[in-house]
């Protein structure tokens, strides 16, 4: 399933979608996403496809101001995680994570109290 169609299996908290950037070329394909939540906040939204296996990711969820939420990313750095190469920024920290999906991401999102 592409992020378009995850986001929009998540309308009740998905309220907005605006597909910043598409590039498909030899089987690899690139979405940058930018997508409004219920509460102003916005989750940003990288993702990268080879052969239609996510090969690497970036979810960023910022508040109205842009300040950071969480950012989960695979980006290959931070080996000391136990998830490696996944991982979630929380403010100055970095941690491991699970999420390592748009429907996981969207699912905590969807859960999250802040």
Not at 19 to 41: G, P, Q, Y
């Amino acid at each position: 399933m592409n992020p378009l169609e995850v986001l929009k299996a998540f309308d009740e908290i998905v309220v907005g979608i605006d597909l910043v950037e598409f590039e498909e070329e030899e089987h690899v394909s690139m979405w940058k996403i930018k997508a409004s939540i219920f509460d102003s906040s916005i989750l940003w939204i990288r993702e990268v496809y080879r052969k239609n296996e996510l090969m690497a990711y970036s979810y960023y969820w910022l508040r109205e101001d842009d300040s950071l939420i969480i950012g989960w990313d695979n980006a290959p750095h931070h080996q000391d995680i136990a998830t490696f190469p996944h991982h979630k920024h929380v403010g100055e920290e970095i941690e491991s994570s699970d999420e390592t999906h748009l429907e996981q991401v969207l699912k905590f999102i969807d859960n999250y109290t802040d």
